[in-house]
């Protein structure tokens, strides 16, 4: 009976978080879909931790578009979608300064043949690549890709 019981609550939880909103601190995923407190520093290094570490989930939602995740109408390669979903604060703030490993390290992703116009054009382009404060990764590339690619 209890097992039935604690089936049923893990089963209700993970329905019920299903269509709920993902966190934009530690991206989407399972983690993300599960563990709706974010007031926590320890609570969102778990989220991050079953996102990406325990399962590669994250990995999968972002490629499938599923788990919260939102594919890109651009299609670029995966590990570009992979770096910027795990890094969207430190590449935000590289690309208001135009310049920085982040921004070099996207441009060889996209393969990006000269990359001090491309970090010029990202700068230039802030305010249309990172349209809200709640950005998310899918949005940022289609962005990235109409304004400077």
């Known amino acids: 009976m209890k097992k039935n019981l604690v ?3 893990v089963f209700a939880l993970l329905s019920s978080s299903l269509v709920a909103d993902v966190n934009n601190k530690t991206g989407c ?3 993300a879909m599960i563990i709706k407190d974010d007031s926590t520093a320890v609570v969102l290094a778990l ?3 079953t996102n990406t570490a325990l399962s590669g989930n994250q990995t999968f939602g972002i490629t499938s578009g599923t788990l919260g ?4 109408r651009f299609v670029m390669n995966e590990r ?3 770096f910027v979903a795990s890094n969207m604060d430190q590449l935000a703030k590289e690309i208001a300064q135009g310049h920085g490993e ?3 390290t996207l441009a060889e ?3 990006v043949s000269d990359k001090a116009a491309f970090a010029t054009a990202l ?3 802030y305010n249309s690549i990172y349209t809200s404060q709640n950005a998310k990764m899918a949005d940022v590339l289609d962005n990235i890709s109409a304004t400077t690619l």
Do not use: I, P, R
């Not at 995740?69 to 890109?72: I, N, S, V």
């Open 7 to 9: 089936t049923f609550t």
């Open 47 to 49: 989220q991050a931790t």
């Open 69 to 72: 995740c939102k594919k890109t």
């Open 123 to 125: 700068q230039s382009n």
């Open 102 to 104: 982040s921004v070099d």
């Open 29 to 31: 995923g399972l983690g």
């Open 109 to 111: 992703l996209l393969e």
């Open 80 to 82: 570009a979608e992979e």
